[in-house]
């Protein structure tokens, strides 16, 4: 029994043995050649390092300039079929459906905010009424828009609000207003500047808002500024613009806004269309176009860029290898003398050069890294971090350079015939 568990683990233990000596033979090897295996690592290190440095860029600024074109608002509406048969009120959404979409479309930056708008109008409360009319003058109609106002501020994070923008749910209160007018309890709003300054309205005062035939106090927590139309319009939490106009539950389109360019807003498109039954899904082109044109050409210029110095690298590589082989002929030729084989040589060439490979790798993610911070701070104006889903790319690329670049050399070193390389022909 002793001897048969010898015999087990003989060729365990030889194995083992084998793998220990060829690798103090190539570690020995390498010490031995350090010129032209530094030439090489240098080759490689540049190579990684270049692929980093691209990786952490591409990504980085498709990032910062997906939060910067976010800020011209949604490249996605998403509104009610016209139905010609329907004679009686404006065709709406069912608000879950609308709320749903978020998790359809799913994407850490996507925001989803269903807006229902209705026509009204905005009068000073009574106790601001002077003896000759309303103090600071009537704005009259508006434009109001019920909406969750927390997603709001996420669709439009360049509007410049004086105030705050109040939280869902808060009251008058949590608005931070000082006005003597203010009511507790009442519902936040925002207001349009223009209407703002019509009526002599400023942050934590009071307004009434009336649609149709109801009406009900609101404190302004903020001011909008845009510039645009939306100085026109009064924002509202969703749920008193339903409870307004009697449309419960419903609202009048969804405004929607995703990374990726055109293709990403088409499928979000198509997605949202299946999610919310008698919808339409609308781009808007310019928003959508742009963030695509320039991403495409970040990752066109990114690939050429990347392509050139990886061929550069790569002839640097088998010129460097090949004189390496030229160089060992007689240590191969000694190998094949005592009874090494192809197998043998195909092992010592590739274990050198995967080795390359990772200390390559690993040179090259730090000074890409540092490389892409650089670049990001001198030519964009931000600091880009580096990430490590770059790094399965890196030693990849890498090392498939590396195989590649060993092919021709290694066909010599498998054709030298240890006679003539022991003679020195």
Do not use: H
Not at 103 to 132: Q, W
Request: aromatic letters at 2%; proline letters at 5%; charged letters at 15%.
């Amino acid at each position: 029994m002793a001897s048969d568990a010898r015999g087990r683990q003989g060729p365990r233990a030889r194995r083992g043995s084998r793998i220990r000596t060829s690798a103090r033979f190539l570690l020995r090897s390498l010490s031995l050649r350090r010129s032209p295996f530094l030439l090489a690592l240098l080759a490689i290190t540049v190579g990684a390092t270049v692929i980093a440095t691209m990786l952490n860029l591409e990504a980085g600024l498709a990032a910062k300039m997906s939060r910067e074109l976010r800020r011209y608002g949604p490249n996605l509406l998403v509104m009610p079929v016209p139905d010609a048969s329907r004679w009686t009120g404006t065709p709406t959404l069912e608000e879950d459906s609308a709320r749903g979409l978020a998790a359809r479309l799913g994407g850490v930056n996507t925001v989803v905010a269903p807006l229902l708008i209705a026509a009204g109008t905005i009068t000073l409360p009574d106790a601001e009424r002077g003896p000759g009319g309303r103090r600071g003058g009537a704005p009259g109609a508006a434009a109001i828009v019920g909406a969750d106002l927390e997603a709001l501020r996420g669709l439009y994070p360049s509007w410049r609000v004086e105030g705050a923008w109040p939280a869902t749910g808060t009251a008058t209160a949590a608005t931070g207003g000082t006005g003597a007018d203010s009511s507790p309890g009442a519902s936040p709003c925002l207001l349009g500047a223009a209407l703002a300054r019509r009526a002599g309205v400023t942050p934590g005062r009071s307004v009434v808002l009336r649609v149709g035939g109801n009406e009900q106090t609101l404190v302004v927590a903020g001011v909008v500024s845009t510039g645009e139309a939306e100085e026109e319009q009064v924002f509202v939490t969703l749920k008193v613009l339903q409870e307004m106009t009697g449309l419960a539950a419903r609202v009048s389109l969804v405004a929607v806004s995703v990374d990726g360019g055109v293709e990403a807003v088409a499928r979000a498109g198509r997605a949202a269309q299946a999610a919310i039954g008698g919808s339409v899904a609308r781009p808007l082109p310019q928003i959508a176009a742009s963030q695509g044109a320039i991403l495409g050409k970040l990752n066109r210029m990114m690939i050429l860029l990347t392509a050139v110095v990886l061929g550069l690298t790569g002839i640097c590589l088998v010129t460097t290898l090949m004189s390496m082989v030229i160089e060992r002929e007689g240590e191969i030729g000694l190998i094949r003398s005592l009874g090494g084989g192809d197998g043998e040589i195909l092992k010592m060439f590739v274990g050198e050069v995967v080795i390359l490979g990772l200390l390559g790798t690993l040179a090259g993610l730090v000074f890409g890294a540092a490389g892409a911070r650089l670049i990001g701070a001198r030519l964009f104006g931000t600091a880009i971090e580096a990430r490590a889903g770059v790094v399965p790319t890196v030693l990849g690329a890498s090392l498939a350079l590396c195989l590649v670049a060993v092919l021709v050399p290694l066909r010599r070193a498998l054709a030298v015939q240890p006679a003539a390389a022991l003679r020195g022909e």
